[in-house]
């Protein structure tokens, strides 16, 4: 009896025994099963992550600004020469790509960049920039899409790049006196770029009768993208030059050793013309320096100030000064002159400005005002 009794509790424990084992195989089972899912869970969210960031780099890739940003952080760096050599610029024989990339480099300087888009240009499809350097307009830069995506979007890149100074297609228009070199970037312009030759201009129109007229001659030279350095010589002289829009004016010269004479020359007929508007000099000692159409203009002046007849009063020349000598040959020169004629009459004063460009001539060994013009 006892005997049988031990048996049922063996098999029994046995029994116990099995259901513990299975259960602790059932769950040795479920944490491999959670530890896999867990990993293949964590390999998923991880290669989602990566993904994304590939996604969201795409995507700021491909929006226009973001390509703008990296080009002008660029222009600021040793890459601006690669920039000018990936751009869809046009030289002629006056520059190339070193001397563009030298201008940028001295317009930018410490300047900071910008750029806005530009007004009647830019599109979403056709991104259009101006890009300035502090408070100046450097040049228009436009982009287009890539060919092939390089990831989820295609990106931009740079297309075309030209300039404020000059634009591509624009002529610019250099006036110098006739038989002057003209140098452009260091190089000679040929008179092939010639437009126009024996140009009479103001203020020696009217002394042909006199001395040989002086006459200017026009280079025009297109396709530039920066507005060039120009230098003209002329008879020993290295011209000063004027700009305005897209033409450049050269200046006759001034020559040191004659300012001397034009200046008293000038100073005597401003006077001359002064005493005789208060009645304190005459038409015929104003006319004895005058030539012409100068004449003939101090011949129908009243002596605006007829007034003063008959009244005491003083006068003085304040101020007086001249400038802008410009000599055309040897018997011709111009000369700006300035004075404030003041007048005191007792129970009155006035302060009459005055101001005046001669035209010289050199005739017989005298010199006369043949032109004159109110500045």
Known sequence: MDNVLDNKKEKTAVKRKRIVRKKKTKGISFKKFLAIYSIVLGAIGVFLLILLFFFLKDYESSIPANKMDKILADMKTSKLESIIEDANIEY??????????????????????????????????????????????????????ESKKSGFFRNWKLEDVTFAAVAGSDELNITVPTNSTVYLNGIEVSDSYKTSTGVEFEPCLNVSKYVTTPTEEVYTVTGL???????????????????????????????????????????EVLECYGKYIINRGSLETLSSHMLGKAKTYVANIPAVWAFLVGKKFSYEFRDMATSNFRVYSSDCYSIDVSCVLYVNWGDGEKSYDTNYRYTFVNVNGSWKVADLSVL
């Open 92 to 145: 002629n024989e006056f520059e190339d790509s070193a001397y563009i990339s030298t201008k940028l480099k001295e317009k930018i300087g410490e300047n900071e960049l910008s750029y806005s888009k530009k007004l009647g240009e830019y599109s979403a499809s056709n991104p259009v920039y101006t890009v300035s350097a502090g408070d100046e307009d450097l040049c228009t830069i436009s982009l287009k899409k």
């Open 225 to 267: 993208n920066l507005m060039p350095e120009l230098t003209v010589n002329y008879e020993g002289y290295e011209l000063e030059y004027e700009t305005s829009d897209n033409n450049l004016t050269a200046l006759y010269p001034s020559v040191d050793s004659m300012y001397e004479t034009a200046s008293a020359n000038a100073m």
